[in-house]
């Protein structure tokens, strides 16, 4: 019998370790001791840890820390759900002798379990990783017991690229884009929302024509992303946003308004 260990208890670790511990043995572990399930560890801590789910934050220390968690628990798969810049999984696959899966996560914090649950759970590997056929089944079978449909992307790159360009940039592109049709629509002293109503029925037909609240892009996720990608364009998003909040006084709370 062997076990599922997520480490990291955060707002997606946390909701990774609910989701798979319906059907498998999986138990939590975090460096704030006081956020894990003490008894489920040590209950199964002579249990070898068959996948090893990786939900930690990314930062310039995330491939050595990866290492250690890999030292400390020995598994035979690792899974990165984690948000990382690219070809990270690459890097991670030609220093390690186990399989290397990245699936990245998707879904709004507040309700991360329901949206893993209805969200596709995209996963790839590296060509030349070990036991690849079988690395990838063993997933598609986790996800499948815990009712999550799962689907295999050609190449790690492809799937860190699009969980940082088509979704948070874009999301924040969107936002950004809000934000400077708010700023000349207070120009001009006209409602924003009756502006924007001019596009409805183009948005209802076509679905090209989407009205985003222009509020303060705060959160961890659209701006810290853009680190992961270092590109001067995308970059905008940071500049107008942090201008943004110093002309529009209630910029922080205006999508809650606009939300309602």
């Not at 999986?26 to 460096?31: E, F």
Request: hydrophobic letters at 35%.
């Amino acid at each position: 019998m062997k076990k599922n260990t997520v480490v990291g208890l955060g707002e997606i670790g946390s909701q990774i370790l609910k989701l798979i511990s319906k059907n498998s043995i999986s138990v939590g572990y975090d460096i704030d001791k006081n956020i894990m399930d003490h008894k489920s560890f040590i209950k199964y801590e002579n249990l070898k840890t068959e996948i090893l789910h990786v939900c930690i934050p990314f930062n310039n220390k995330f491939e050595s820390n990866l290492i250690s968690l890999y030292n400390k628990f020995n598994p035979e798969l690792i899974v990165i759900h984690s948000t990382v810049s690219p070809y990270t999984t690459k890097k991670i696959q030609d220093l390690l002798t186990i399989p290397i899966i990245y699936s990245a996560t998707r879904g709004v914090h507040k309700r991360m379990l329901h949206d893993l649950k209805r969200y596709t759970k995209f996963f790839a590997i590296e060509n030349n990783a070990p036991r690849k056929k079988w690395a990838c089944s063993k997933f598609v079978r986790l996800m499948k017991n815990s009712n999550v449909k799962a689907m295999r992307m050609t190449n790690p790159v492809t799937l860190e690229l699009a969980k940082i360009i088509c979704d948070t940039s874009y999301y924040g592109w969107l936002i950004t884009y809000a934000q400077l049709s708010n700023l000349i629509a207070k120009e001009h002293h006209v409602d924003y929302n009756e502006m924007w109503s001019f596009s409805d029925e183009i948005h209802k037909f076509l679905g090209n024509r989407p009205k985003m609240y222009p509020g303060f892009i705060g959160g961890h996720c659209v701006i810290p992303n853009l680190e992961l990608i270092h590109n001067q364009t995308l970059d905008m998003i940071r500049t107008i946003n942090a201008q943004y909040a110093k002309k529009v006084k209630n910029a922080k709370s205006i999508a809650q308004k606009y939300s309602k």
